[in-house]
Every structure is written in C-alpha cells, then in structure tokens.
C-alpha cells in the first residue's frame, strides 16, 4: 500500500502541515525538519498528489511554454533547459506549437491559463497590446521579444547583426543583403535596424529581401533574388534559411563562399554539419530557457496567485518587470571569404577564411533592466 501523508508525518514526528508545507512551500520550513522530512518521505516512497496539493495551495505546479514552430532546430535546446529547470524547482512544463500563428498563440494562451500557474512566451508573433491584455490573464514571461512592462528575456541579435556585418565588411563586402524574418518577428526587426545601420556606416549597399518564411525553403526561394540584387554578401535571419539559400545559389551556379558569403544566426547544430560550414551568429538558446523559468517563478505573481486560491492577475500583485538580454557570438567558419575582386556575386575565386573563430562569449547577460516593482 502507497506510503500517505500521515506515515511521513509519524516518520519524522512532525505534525501533518509541516509535510505539506515541505512540498508545496519548502521555504517557510526550517531546513532541518525539511531535510528530515524529505529523507523520511524518499524512505517511505512517498509522492505528493499534485491534484490535492493544487486544491489546497491553488496552485498546480505546471508552466505552459508556447513556441513559435516546434519543427524549427532553434527551439529544442530552449525547451530542454526549461523542462530541466522546472524540474529542479518541482515544476512540470507543457509545450504548444503555434506555427507561426498569432491567432493559435491566443488561443493557446487562453487554453492554458486555469491549467498553469504562468506561461513562457517564445517568439510570439501576436500584437504587444495582445500580450498585455494576456498577461492580465496569467503571469507571462517573454521570450525573444521585449514587451514594455512585461518580464522578458532576450537575445542580443543585435549585436550579432553588428559583428556579422563588419565582418563582412572587413572582408571587403559592400553589397550586402538581409533575408528578414517572419512578419511581426521582434527579432527580424531588430537585426533589420542593426544590419542596416553597420552597413551604411562601413559605406556598403543595403539591400532587404522579405518578410520571409523563416524555413530552408524560405532560403532556397530567395536565391534568384539575390543573384539579381549583385549582393556579395548575404545575412540571414536563421541558419536554416542560410543553408536554404546556399543550396538555391548552388543551382543557379553561384559559389559560397567564393561567388557569395553567407552568415546564419542561430548555430544550430546543422551550422556545423554543412558544406561549407556556416559562419553564423550563436543564440544562447539554453540559458535563455532557463533564465525565464527562473524569472517566472520567482516573480511573486505565481505565489500570489496560488495562495488567494484564485486564477488570473489582479492589480494588487507584486509582478517584476525585468528585461534580461543575452549575449550573442560571431563564430567564423567556411561560408564567409573576401569579397570577388569586381565585386559581383558571378564566378570568381575567393579567400576562404577558416574557422571556426568565436569572438565573444554567449549566454552572458550583456544588459538588464527594470526590477521588482508594483503593478
């Protein structure tokens, strides 16, 4: 017969609340009797019943992730860090796939929100207005995306846009294109400005192709495109849209790195595994999965709103409102050389550069903003 709350008790002679306070709130217990009480449980095979402890506390221990595209290589070392640190912390995560749909990722967080005590956010194509309205909803973190007044934890593509394209330039470069991103991506936009702005500043030809399906085929369709556009150089949105691109320019005849370089964001682990290898910009996919369940968990709106045994935020919660950003890196590999001496994209030997080279440090924050406040 299944060890109860009551043998535990007895156990590690400690009344019946203490053991339910040691699972469902562990810090309002002293770390001696919880140890006790944990070791007494761990002998016994003892296990919480998550449905009781979720009608007592209010709350239910589960975190809803909402992903952008499931399918997409960016994603999986996210969700494993997530799921990895809600573990640790006695959580469970739900994952939902929204393929790319602001309306499916509406819906998704409405399904959600009496199932979770919070949602992660990631890459959501929906409106900022709309995610303000959600968040009154249930406590939100964001993900790869910066929403005024909300918790979020972003990427610095920025800066990796930046170094991308001075490396280009200090290749020589100056015509350079950008295949952009999803309409409605936070992200696109910001490597768009960034791009745009160390391109003209290194006196080069800027030229931007899209929105875009942010897929291999998304890559491969812009080929032509870019042949026409005389671009030596090409920064796309993600690695799977640069490796598509490298496959479209190999049809039409064109050479990576000789005829065009090509630059990825993401470092994926297929970066590594095509030919050439893909020099590209590293997103600290895993530490930014992690920091957002730290964040989330930590913000008092979670307990808050387990311990009135209520759902949804009202205005008396205590919510933080931080922006962590990550750094990102520039790792140079085969897919970038010395632009054509007549600076076209037509057939002419270049200098590969080998690599790989990384030039800074990824996952460290490189900014942070905002703090616990009142809302």
């Known amino acids: ?38 070791a007494c449980a761990e002998e016994l095979g003892y296990r919480p019943n998550r449905a009781a ?25 996210l969700i494993k860090a997530a799921e990895s640190q809600a573990r640790q912390r006695d959580y469970h995560v739900f994952v939902a796939d929204t393929n790319e749909d602001p309306i499916a990722e509406e819906e998704l967080v409405h399904a959600l929100a009496k199932q979770v005590d919070g949602v992660l956010l990631c890459s959501p194509r929906m409106s900022n207005s709309m995610i303000e309205q ?15 007044g909300l918790p979020c934890v ?12 001075e490396h280009l330039l200090g290749l020589g470069h100056r015509r350079i294109a950008l295949l952009s991103g999803p309409r409605g991506s ?19 030809e800027f030229t931007v192709l899209g929105p875009n399906q942010p897929t291999e085929t998304g890559g491969a369709a812009l080929a032509e495109q870019v042949r026409r556009s005389e671009a030596t150089a090409v920064l796309a949105y993600n690695d799977l ?8 320019l190999d049809t039409l005849g064109l050479r990576v790195p000789q005829d065009v370089s090509v630059v990825g964001i993401d470092d994926i682990a297929l970066s590594r595994l095509t030919r050439p290898k893909l020099t590209t910009v590293a997103t600290p996919n895993a530490a930014a999965g992690r920091t957002a369940v730290d ?19 009202t205005s008396d919660d205590r919510r933080t409102t931080a922006q962590v950003m990550l750094q990102t890196e520039l790792v140079i590999r085969d897919s970038t050389a010395a632009a054509p001496a007549d600076g076209r994209n037509r057939p002419d030997a270049g ?13 460290r924050p490189t900014a942070a903003t905002g703090g616990v406040v009142a809302s």
Do not use: C, K, Y
């Open 154 to 165: 972003t990427m610095d593509v920025g800066q990796g846009a930046r170094s991308a394209v």
């Open 1 to 38: 017969m299944p060890a109860t709350i009551r043998d535990v008790a007895r156990a590690s002679g400690v009344h019946i609340s203490t053991v339910s306070r040691t699972f469902s709130a562990p810090h309002l217990v002293n770390p001696e009797t919880r140890g006790r009480v944990l």
């Open 351 to 363: 200098l590969v550069v080998p690599g790989p080279h990384r030039l800074a440090g990824p996952g």
């Open 134 to 148: 959600l968040s009154r909803e249930v406590p939100l973190v964001v993900i790869n995306r910066q929403v005024a």
């Open 295 to 313: 964040m989330l968990l930590q913000h008092d709106t979670v307990a808050a709103r387990g311990s009135r045994g209520g759902r949804g935020v």
């Open 186 to 204: 936070w992200t696109s936009r910001e490597i768009r400005r960034a791009a745009g702005v160390a391109a003209r500043a290194g006196g080069a």
């Open 53 to 77: 402890r979720a009608l007592i506390t209010g709350r239910t221990h589960n975190i809803g992730l909402i992903i952008a595209d499931i399918a997409n290589p960016f994603f999986p070392p």
């Open 241 to 248: 849209m640069a490796i598509g691109l490298i496959e479209g």
